[in-house]
């Protein structure tokens, strides 16, 4: 048939965590019995799972969870107290004192904004306030505001001062808008701290980022589940990815977004235009740093496969499945080997169009 063609990997992609792989009770390495805790908070607009193995593991979660939650309010663009926002503020009139953190981050999204050509760019802001996706209800803005904050998008007018560690941006009303990295950013951290809890088996799930910290407890690697992502085909599980120390980020226009006259608008924007981005459905990000996947998978998204796949080969340290519009799965490397395939083409379900 037609639309097997392609088999499994014409499909959309999600990436989740595998409830077969969450060990109930406390879980083994080799006679070793070891304490689980796990912790589900929400913030960053999702819900956030730590689940960690080890003699502190309960102390570790907490401490991860807390040093996320710090994180978030540092970084967040809708909290008027936040230093994002006393950057956003400022714009036009002064550089703004940043902590360290903020300032290192900011520092890499710039850095991506370039290397991307733009595509991801951090001060996207005035086009995440314009649609207000999630916020505004099937809000569609007309040609002029776009074009207007469109206009106002542009990481070259950010002037980081590595000196006086200060923000800067050029022209009022320009945002800097850290949602596409601060999940990544804050799942790298969390991590640390579990790490320097002593623990060697964890998983953090930000909501489409994950990190699987370490082995599961019986040894063997994570394993990472890839669904299909449109409620037309259920969220059945398409496949696998065997994880171990790896960090997996989904950027896809499943999450946050509305469908009118049959078009469907989401929080994914393309800088070059103004609209939601529309070369992808997709773009999944494997590779050891979720700050960088978190930006690259944005970017890849936005770029689409061909631009999106030659920027994740060009930096090497990273791998990307992305799935074009078609349905059409595109990926670097070796990746469609190591992934494990779940459900055979033509199998139960239909996986057509
Ligand atoms: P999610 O937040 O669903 O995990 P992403 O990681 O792709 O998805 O981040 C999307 C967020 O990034 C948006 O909510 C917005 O804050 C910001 N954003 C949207 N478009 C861009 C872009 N082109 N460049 C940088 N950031 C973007
Ligand atoms: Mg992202």
């Not at 908070?41 to 969870?65: C, H, Q, R, S």
């Amino acid at each position: 048939m037609r639309r097997h063609e392609r088999g499994l990997f014409a499909l959309a992609l999600a990436v989740i965590l595998l409830t077969g792989c969450r060990i109930k009770g406390p879980g083994q390495i080799g006679q070793v019995s070891l304490a689980k805790a796990e912790k589900t908070e929400f913030m960053m607009d999702t819900l956030i799972t730590i689940t960690a193995y080890g003699p502190k593991a309960e102390e570790a979660v907490n401490a991860a969870m807390a040093e996320m939650r710090r994180i978030a309010d540092l970084m967040d663009a809708n909290d008027p107290k936040s230093e994002v926002s006393r950057i956003n503020e400022n714009a036009g009139r002064r550089p703004v004192r940043v902590s360290e953190e903020t300032f290192e981050l900011l520092k890499l999204a710039r850095r991506y904004s370039e290397l991307s050509g733009g595509a991801f760019d951090v001060t996207v802001r005035p086009l995440v306030v314009l649609w207000g996706i999630g916020k505004k209800d099937k809000y569609v803005p007309d040609s002029a505001a776009i074009e207007r904050a469109r206009e106002l998008v542009d990481w070259r007018d950010l002037v980081l001062d590595e000196e006086a560690k200060t923000a800067y941006l050029r022209r009022a009303g320009m945002g800097v808008d850290l949602g596409g990295a601060a999940k990544g950013y804050a799942a790298d951290r969390a991590r640390d701290v579990l790490l320097r809890y002593g623990v060697r088996s964890a998983l953090i799930d930000a909501g489409g980022n994950i990190w699987a910290v370490g082995r599961r407890p019986d040894g063997r690697p994570w394993r990472i589940g890839i669904k299909n992502p449109r409620p037309e085909h259920g969220g059945e599980l398409l496949a696998v990815m065997p994880s171990e120390d790896l960090t997996l980020v989904t950027s896809g226009d499943y999450e946050r977004y509305f469908i009118k006259n049959g078009v469907r608008y989401h929080h994914i924007f393309d800088p070059r235009t103004g609209r939601p981005a529309s070369q992808a459905i997709s773009a999944t990000i494997i590779g050891k740093n979720s700050a960088e996947a978190d930006i690259l998978s944005t970017a890849v998204f936005v770029l689409g496969p061909d631009q999106g796949l030659a920027l994740i080969r060009k930096l090497s340290s990273f791998e990307a499945v992305l799935v074009t519009p078609e349905e059409q799965i595109v990926a670097t490397g070796n990746l469609e080997d190591e992934l494990e395939i779940v459900r055979e083409e033509g199998g139960t379900g239909d996986t057509g169009r």
